[in-house]
C-alpha cells in the first residue's frame, strides 16, 4: 500500500483480492490519517492514534454518503478490518 499523501493504492486481504483504490489526504505523523475510498463503497476514514499505557489507541472512524449504505457496510466489513488490524498489529510487534 502507498501512504503518500494524495496517493492512491490497490490492496487485498491473503484469502481474496478486492479493488481498493485510496487517495490519503493528510497524514500527521504519529497521530491522523485521514483518506477517502475511491472504489465503491465511497467513504472517508480518519484514524488517530493517541498514546496509551500499553502502548497505543487506534480510532477508527468511516464516514458514508447514506445510511444504507453504511449498513451494507457494517454487515461484512468488520471481520475484514479486525484481521487487517491485527496484520498491523503483528507487523509492529516484529519491529519493536
Known sequence: MSCAPAGSSSSGTHDR???NESRF?????PSRIL???LSYPYFQTTITLTPAEDGCQLHWVMAFN???TCASVRSFA???LEKNLDRLT??????S
Open 78 to 80: 468488520g471481520d475484514g
Open 66 to 68: 447514506d445510511a444504507a
Open 90 to 95: 503483528a507487523e509492529l510487534n516484529a519491529e
Open 17 to 19: 483480492n478486492y479493488q
Open 25 to 29: 489526504l493528510e497524514i500527521d505523523e
Open 35 to 37: 483518506f477517502d475510498h
